[in-house]
């Protein structure tokens, strides 16, 4: 049986949810999903530059959890800047 899914605090609701490259329609574009918990790991560690352990106590959620939540940001933001997607976040899981 699986663990129970602990809630992850997320403090920041951002006022833009779509980013995209000029030039081209949203419609024509594949789309990458940043769910919040991804956004607020980004904002904690690349924005305010905070370790992550501070981040992870911040979220309400161990420092390895913390890790794979900020790699997996990572890796959608470089797979839309690198392959040319639109960055969709989303405000609920």
């Given amino acids: 049986m699986p663990r129970p899914h602990k809630h992850r605090?997320?403090?920041?609701?951002?006022n833009v949810l779509y980013f995209?490259?000029?030039?081209?329609?949203l419609k024509e574009l594949e789309e990458v999903i940043l769910f919040p918990?991804?956004?607020?790991?980004i904002r904690l560690k690349d924005l305010l530059?905070?370790?992550?352990?501070?981040?992870a106590k911040q979220m309400n959620i161990s420092q390895?959890?913390?890790?794979?939540?900020?790699?997996?940001a990572r890796k959608k933001i470089a797979d839309a800047?690198?392959?040319g997607k639109a960055i969709r976040?989303?405000?609920k899981n």
Avoid: M, W, Y
């Fill in 37 to 41: 918990d991804e956004f607020e790991a």
């Fill in 89 to 91: 976040i989303q405000i």
């Fill in 64 to 72: 390895p959890t913390f890790h794979r939540i900020v790699h997996s």
């Fill in 20 to 25: 995209k490259p000029a030039g081209i329609h």
């Fill in 9 to 14: 605090r997320v403090l920041f609701n951002p």
């Fill in 49 to 55: 530059g905070l370790d992550q352990n501070t981040c």
């Fill in 81 to 83: 800047i690198i392959n």
